[in-house]
T-cell receptor
């Protein structure tokens, strides 16, 4: 299957700083990427959908100025958590979907963010 | 929008027994229903999926059934093994020419007791 990578896998930052998470599709062109947030023992909560070259579509309740998403190329999307707070600590997972008949979403390994 | 409910939230079975997880969805237009297995701290892994033009699909010890009329689908795992222990998520979406967001169920923590 297709491979999606995420970097970093773990990050610890101080309150008030910004953190950037990268999501890359390694062997296919991802026309659409999705960003999820997952709390412990909870389901995946969709934060936003990004299509290459256009602005991301955010889900209700997700602050677009706090969670900046960029999808500048067909293989890279970034999520920047700005002015991080401890409540932003979570597991962030991206998924990527390319053109084709299956539209399967391929998930990245996730990024564990801890804000101190 | 789509709403997916999943039951049970936790399930413990003895090794070798079968496990069944059930999901219902609200949007009758949804036509693609994947199941994911997620181990602690890892990414969700697609284990099986079904499209609305079939009622059942099987892959070795794993099977999924779909009832479009009732809008529910189920995951069946037979001859369970300890390595099947994980959280399982169902999802639903409409595939219609472009990638669409998945709506996930709340997850089922499956524990297979040796």
């Amino acid at each position: 299957g297709a491979v999606v990578s995420q970097h970093p896998s773990r990050v610890i930052c101080k309150s008030g700083t910004s953190v950037k998470i990268e999501c890359r599709s390694l062997d296919f062109q991802a026309t659409t990427m999705f960003w999820y947030r997952q709390f412990p023992k909870k389901s995946l909560m969709l934060m936003a959908t990004s299509n290459e070259g256009s602005k991301a579509t955010y889900e209700q309740g997700v602050e677009k100025d706090k969670f900046l998403i960029n999808h500048a190329s067909l293989t890279l999307s970034t999520l920047t958590v700005t002015s991080a707070h401890p409540e932003d600590s979570s597991f962030y997972i991206c998924s990527a979907s390319g053109q084709g008949a299956d539209f399967e979403q391929y998930f990245g390994p996730g990024t564990r963010l801890t804000v101190t | 929008g789509e709403n997916v409910e999943q039951h049970p939230s936790t399930l413990s079975v003895q090794e070798g027994d079968s496990a069944v997880i059930k999901c219902t969805y609200s949007d009758s237009a949804s036509n693609y229903f994947p199941w994911y297995k997620q181990e602690l701290g890892k990414r969700p892994q697609l284990i099986i999926d079904i499209r609305s033009n079939v009622g059942e699909k099987k892959d070795q010890r794993i099977a999924v059934t779909l009832n479009k009329t009732a809008k529910h689908f189920s995951l069946h795992i037979t001859e369970t093994q300890p390595e099947d222990s994980a959280v399982y998520f169902c999802a639903a979406t409409l595939i219609s020419g472009s990638a669409r967001q998945l709506t996930f169920g709340s997850g089922t923590q499956l524990t297979v007791l040796p």
